[in-house]
């Protein structure tokens, strides 16, 4: 398996905030490696993944990717293998999701360029793959939460990136949008995709499997397979309360539940 | 069907600009045949047409010059104005990702005052007025610029407010100069000057302000599409692959020196800015490929309409900037009202 990601010992710090954001951290992800990382509100989990798509810079450490280190790569080298997923929000202007969808090939086109055949066709066909297609000439801004995050993933895939990284993709999703988009995530990851997504939630990384990794205040990041590293300590420790953790026969997986109020 | 629609989108979207640049057609005709002096429209078109071929004119001189010495110069101008100011208008509102910002809102309009009001100060021709209000233009949108600089945070939201740090800033030192002004001569024509108007225009400075125009209009509708990208936001747009300070800059300046530019022609005017591109995004949508165009036919037609209707109504001319105000105010409350529903 071919290395994506190598983040080698990486520490960043925002100017205006005395402590690190993150510290030390390290991790691998490799082709079709599925991770979720899992930490409470302001760990930093959106600071880890904006520093993997160079859009902060680390003041300690490297990070390679693709054989690469990222401080060399210009932002269309990175787009070109990295796909990113930001939380879902609602922009200025009702771009159709088409155009929306279309912006996603940003990285193969030119500066006084603009998308063309090629470009039409790959977006069609991304909406088709994630089942929008009827979307195509709505307004991104008039769609549901669920619909436009699924715009977003389809923009994010739309020039087979080889990772795609997801920042609480289901975040402000009733319950049935977040099984869907976590199902989406799923099937990414079975046609070939390496995934890495945020989330608060430790049963959405125990559905998806594959691996997890717990930032914690102090911007440490442990990482390993999803049932190593997911427990009732670990679980403690990150959310400060008493999570408990059941094996369900039924479904053949632990499930993460709160005993009592 | 899914095939189907961006073809017929696009076939709409041609349609739409063909009907509007018919519309300019007519509109630049008839600017050219009303007035005081009124001329056929028959005469009107065998004069354009004669001087655009180096053919003699049969039809009295009076009739030649008021059409090509008086009106052609001021009615072209009034369309390079029109489309300039649409076009940079929809630039900045696609870059700041914030419909409601005008073209003045980096600081254009209140430096261009500044230099225009020294200009006539020390009693400079009207070559130099311009000169010196495009310089100063240009430097209200350098100072806007390095604030953000010094603060070391370059999100749009500190360039916003150090526009209008700028601006207010700037406006004192305006009035201060309006205070130190001749109340009778120099004053008056600070005063004229910021209500814009198209009667001194020449062909020739015409000209030289053109060249200032249309490169950075070239530049605006081939990085249109990089504008959409841009809309989306700063963060989103780099991990798309957009060098967005590149992109940014390269819109930015161009959009100023279109202000500029059509500042130095016609004094300040404010509305067709803000309201035409908004006008045009309900007739093609946002994206910039295709309002960028439409803006330019939509703003030219419209200060034509303008500039017609103040050498027309009354008897004396009224400054372009009280009619744009009269018109686009309400026009505005309209454009709210029909997009409330999006509007949260």
Redesign the interface.
Known sequence: MSTIYDIKDISFAY?TLARKVLDGVSLEISEGDVLSILGRNGAGKSTLL?CM???LKPQEGETVLSGRNLRDM???E???IAG?V?QN????????V??FVQ??C??R?G?????GKRE?EDT?SALLEMGI?QL??R?Y??ISGGERQLATIA?AIVTRPRIVLFDEPTAHLDFGNQIRVLRIIKQLADKGFAVVITTHNPDHAMLLGGHAAILDRQGHLVSGKTEEIITEDSLKRVYGSDLSLKYIEEFGRKVCVYPNL | M?QN??KK?KLNIIFIDLVFLGLLMCGLVLAVCVGKYSVSPGESISILWNRLFGLPSDLPMMTQNVVLGLRVPRILASVVVGAALSMSGAAYQ?VF???LVSPEFLGVSSGACIGAAIAILLSLTTLYISLFAFIGGIVAVLLTLTIPMFI?NRSNIVLVLSGIIVGSALSSVFGFIKYVADPDTQLASITYWTMGNFSYIKLSELFVVLAVIIVPTL?LV?????I??L???E??????????K??RGMVIVCATLLTAGSVCIAGTIGWVGLIIPHFG?MLV???N?RLIPLCGLLGGLFMLLVDTLTRTIGVEEMPVSILTGIIGAPFYCWLLFRQRR?L?
């Open positions: 100017p904006g798509l160079g859009l210009t932002e269309r990175v787009a070109t990113y930001p929000h609602i922009p200025a202007f009702g771009h159709s088409f155009d912006m996603g940003a990285s086109i500066i006084f360029s603009h998308p039409r069609a297609e195509a000439d307004p801004t008039e923009r | 899914e629609t961006p989108r696609g990702k914030n419909p070391r530049i081939l990085t249109s599409w990089w959409d990208v809309s989306l936001g963060d989103e747009a780099h991990s798309l692959g957009a060098n967005v590149l992109i995004r949508g946002p994206s490929r999006t949260s």
